[in-house]
Every structure is written in structure tokens, then in C-alpha cells.
């Protein structure tokens, strides 16, 4: 049974994947995520590269009405798969790999133009969304009598 700390950082590494699928940063996010799930196995990297582009594909293939269901789905599939990697590692190469999927999301982030983006919301009536730091912002709803 794997820590709750490698249980979080496998869902979060799952997370940072969806999440990465629809950015501009991808194809760098792609090759980074695919050489840690490798761990220097050239075949094992070029599994990776193709679940990661089939996932792309899912996502990318989704309608609006179903692509938070699909996300969801995504997320759970590749937490899953870096749980069973953690699984199958001894327990010093455990904690190599936790950090580097650790810093693959902290990465991911950091270079992501959209840090702070809030995504996958519905809203049903008059919303107003800020994000940002030091912004500001006036909103009138309703009728101006």
C-alpha cells in the first residue's frame, strides 16, 4: 500500500497530464512526463509518449457536453498508472520518482501562461470570475434603474 503523500503526488502528476493535454506547453510537458515514467528504459518512454498522445486525442475528440466526464476520466486512469509505477518501484526509487512527479507538476505550472486559469465551472446565471494578482475589476448586474 502506497504512502498518502505517493497517492497524492500520483493524483496530482494525473491532474498536471489533463491539464497539460489542452495547453500550448504539451509537446514539452509530453516528452518531460514520458522520460521520468521511462526512467532511462528508451521502450518504456515511447509507451509512455503513446498514452500520452492517445489521452491528448480522448480529450481533444470530446464534446463539450461530455469532455468533463472524459477529463475525469483521464485523471483517474493516469493516477492510476503512476500508483502502479510507484507499486512496482523499491522504496528508495519510490522516493526519486514522487519528487520527480512532484516537480513535473510545480513545472508544469510555472510555465503554464494560464497559472491561475479556473477551468471545467458551470454557471448558471450572472457570474463574475476574477483571477489575477493585483487586478481590478467593476461589475454591474441587473438593470442600471
Known amino acids: 500500500m ?3 503523500a505517493m497517492v497524492a503526488a500520483a493524483a496530482a502528476a494525473g491532474t498536471t497530464v489533463v491539464q497539460s493535454a489542452s495547453s500550448d506547453l504539451w509537446t514539452v510537458f509530453r516528452d ?7 526512467r532511462g528504459d528508451p521502450a518504456r518512454e515511447s509507451d509512455a509518449l503513446e498514452r500520452l498522445d492517445r489521452t491528448a486525442a480522448v480529450l481533444d475528440a470530446a464534446d463539450e457536453e461530455e469532455s468533463g466526464t472524459v477529463r475525469d476520466l483521464q485523471v483517474g ?3 492510476g498508472r503512476f500508483e502502479a509505477l510507484l507499486e512496482s518501484l523499491g522504496q528508495e526509487e519510490r522516493e526519486r520518482f514522487v519528487a520527480e512527479l512532484r516537480a513535473l507538476a510545480e513545472e ?7 497559472r491561475g486559469v479556473v477551468s471545467g465551472n458551470t454557471f448558471s446565471g450572472p457570474t463574475a470570475l476574477q483571477v489575477g494578482d493585483h487586478n481590478q475589476q467593476d461589475n454591474h448586474f441587473g438593470s442600471a434603474g
Do not use: K, M, N
Open 77 to 79: 486512469l493516469w493516477q
Open 2 to 4: 502506497l504512502a498518502e
Open 108 to 114: 508544469s505550472a510555472d510555465r503554464s501562461p494560464g
Open 32 to 38: 518531460r512526463c514520458a522520460r521520468v515514467i521511462g
